[in-house]
């Protein structure tokens, strides 16, 4: 990997050279600055002389985070940040090219300044700014284990500031709806906790999305309102689970009964997960953001060339209904063999198998439904991948013996479902389950999920998650999922991680028509926002939800939807506002993709190609038709050609969307 620097801009470096630079014992009392390669983002960290550890940032010279205190508290209270003296400091800056497995570019720059203040007591707290936000962790150095009682994360606002929440509990899942409210207000609700990412916006500037990052043997973090005299998020971690019971829907969670009275068991020696405030100057840049991947954990699974990023043949959503074939359709040998047929004649990676294949409480017993040896043995012949659902604590019982069953029969993906939580305990099972199933050459598909937290880097075949109010609610909820939340998630849940949102309907209908059909489901929009989701929305593992039939029945989605890549070489943002609209550029080898959705209200957009390289382009267009207001399902292809200096207006209807592939022509 290559690595280089880059001079610094003139004023951050004469800040950095006479604030810090010294690795000598410090004053007590002090203040310690830090500032972006850029100079655009400032943080202040205040420290010793038995002072709280606090740090405070500004933005382009406003003050956006005031004074705020960190700590962590360890049985036996002894307190980390409290009655702080600074034994030294150290500085460093980095700028560097990193070649990920996969992601929405094929090159991340990793370029922050670094300082980190070491404390009497064996403990560190670090603290990066990028130009891309910034974010501080613990390090300790103490022997044998530790218990951690409360961490104290705390953001002071600098105002009451407007954002997007997402109001849950410790133990509840991560597909609710997002609250747009000021900071008071949401600290005034039912819930004033949110999971993360929350998105503040700050009047003139800048967007704000509050993450974490490298969660590995600890608890996820939470964030509760503080509305009153001074504006605050304020951290909130769930205790580790003391008594679990199985329960929830068909009994496929444990629902944690009584909780310890600390948040996590570790070792004394270790860093601490990343508390990570991506500052950005607009909508824009929130789909380019990449601290957490850049922030976690390198890989710790070795070889990586077996893992396979592409899309699947989903089963679920359509219930397993196919048209015009000469056998009943259901849970059986026929149905998947026609599922894997069609995955094999247009390059479809994996065919997803999803609950009814095995007792969801015992994996190593297949249903009597279906011949697995033979479904097996049929998708090695068609080299098609196969993908097998489970229920998480099934797996975890039979972790070792169940794996094992599924590397002989070859299986390529699990889809682990229902373990919504995040406390110390559950963030465990998801490495240990990882590892083992890295050693087995088995990727893993995250559903019932917590938000992303970098893991895709650790463990890279932890190929997608979904976390996320995806598809699979137009099926049964009273709102489902909304076009309102799908140009939302780009800008919020996305910036976190990919996501698997399961896209793909093909019956689509309008706000007044659509309803939840669990057996025969339609999606809420038209067919072009579906089509653009294979854009916008970035998911290394990518599901094709409907039915094969419905596909074969439209030659032309499908034959873009085969070839629209799951991961990229290069991506542009376009025009974009969260909650309103969503437009992306992707490209992969010499072909760009781009997509754009809207929310409930028709919208056009004017969009430059400059995102193009130079020559003459082959440009296929899905916009919606003109009766797309009323069928869902209506559109258009056309076909011209284009070059890097041409414009396009794209005109969508409400729920709607369009999508574009560009081919250079020789």
């Known amino acids: 990997m290559k690595k280089y620097f880059l001079p610094f801009p003139i ?76 034994e030294k400091t150290a500085t460093a800056r980095n700028d560097k090219a990193i070649k990920p497995l996969y992601s929405i570019s094929d090159t991340l720059r990793d370029r922050y300044n670094e300082l980190t203040l070491h404390f009497k007591g064996n403990y560190a707290v670090t603290f990066r700014a990028y130009n891309e936000g910034m974010a501080y962790r613990f ?69 704000i999305a509050l993450l974490e990052s490298d969660l590995l043997d600890y608890a996820g973090l939470y964030l509760t309102a503080d509305g009153g005299s001074q504006p605050a998020l304020k951290g909130a971690l769930p205790a580790y689970p003391k008594r679990v019971k199985q329960g929830g829907h068909g009994g496929f969670n444990l629902r944690v009964e009584e909780r310890e009275d600390f948040i996590a068991r570790t070792q004394g020696t270790r860093s601490f997960p990343w508390r990570v405030a991506a500052l950005v100057p607009g909508d824009n840049e929130l789909l380019t953001n990449q601290l957490v991947y850049l922030l976690a954990s390198e890989s710790k699974i070795g070889d990586a060339s077996w893992i396979r990023p592409g899309k699947v043949s989903w089963d679920w959503w359509a219930s397993l209904n196919l048209e015009g074939v000469p056998f009943k359709t259901g849970f059986n040998t026929e149905t998947y063999k026609y599922y894997i047929d069609f995955a094999a004649e247009h390059g479809i990676e994996y065919v997803n198998l999803d609950e009814g294949w095995s007792d969801q409480f015992d994996l190593l017993k297949v249903t009597d439904k279906l011949d697995m040896p033979e479904v097996v043995r049929y998708a090695r012949e068609k080299k098609v991948g196969l993908s097998l659902w489970c229920v998480w604590h099934t797996l975890d019982k039979q972790m070792i013996p169940a794996l094992d069953q599924f590397q002989k029969w070859g299986i390529a993906v699990l889809k682990v479902d229902f373990m919504d939580r995040d406390d110390q305990q559950m963030v465990n099972f998801y490495e240990r389950l990882l590892r083992e199933a890295a050693n087995r050459k088995i990727m893993v598909n995250y559903h019932g999920t917590y938000k992303p937290t970098g893991l895709q880097r650790t463990y890279p075949n932890n190929i997608n998650k979904e976390g996320v109010r995806g598809l699979e609610w137009d099926k049964w909820h009273k709102e489902g999922a909304t076009p309102e939340y799908a140009v939302t998630v780009p800008f919020l849940r996305m910036v976190a991680g990919s996501m698997d949102y399961t896209p793909g309907a093909m019956t689509n209908a309008n706000q007044k028509d659509w309803r939840p059909v669990a057996d025969r489901p339609m999606s809420q929009g038209t067919r072009c926002h579906q089509l653009a989701m294979y854009v916008v929305y970035y998911g290394p593992l990518q599901m094709l939800s409907d039915s094969p039939t419905a596909y074969q029945k439209e030659p032309a989605v499908l034959d873009f939807l085969k070839t629209v890549p799951t991961v990229w070489d290069e991506t542009r943002p376009l025009q974009n506002k969260v909650g309103d609209y969503v437009s992306v550029a992707r490209r992969r080898g010499n072909t760009w993709y781009a997509g754009a959705m809207t929310d409930w209200t028709a919208r056009d957009l004017t969009l430059p190609l400059d995102f193009l390289g130079e020559g003459t382009y082959q440009a296929e267009l899905f916009d919606d038709g003109i009766n797309a207001h009323r069928i869902g399902n209506d559109y258009r292809k056309t076909t011209r050609q284009v070059t890097r200096r041409d414009t396009i207006t794209v005109a969508m209807a409400p729920g709607g969307g369009w999508a574009a592939r560009f081919t250079p022509l020789l």
Do not use: W
């Open 11 to 86: 004023l951050p470096f004469i800040v950095l050279a006479a604030a810090f630079l010294s690795c000598e014992r410090n004053r007590p009392g002090q203040p310690y600055s830090l500032v972006s390669p850029d100079g655009r983002i400032a943080v202040t960290v205040t420290a010793g002389n038995g002072s709280p550890l606090q740090y405070r940032v500004s933005y382009g010279g406003k003050a956006v985070f005031l004074n705020s205190p960190i700590s962590m508290t360890l049985a036996g209270g002894n307190v980390l940040g409290r009655g702080t003296e600074v």
């Open 139 to 207: 390090v300790t150095r103490l022997p044998g284990q530790i218990t951690v009682e409360s961490e104290e994360v705390q953001f002071n606002l600098a105002g009451n500031y407007p954002g997007y929440f997402h109001p849950v509990g410790f133990q509840s899942s991560s597909e609710e709806k997002y609250a747009y409210r000021t900071v008071a207000d949401q600290a005034g609700s039912d819930t004033s906790m949110t999971s993360l990412p929350v998105l503040l916006e700050v009047p003139g500037g800048p967007k």
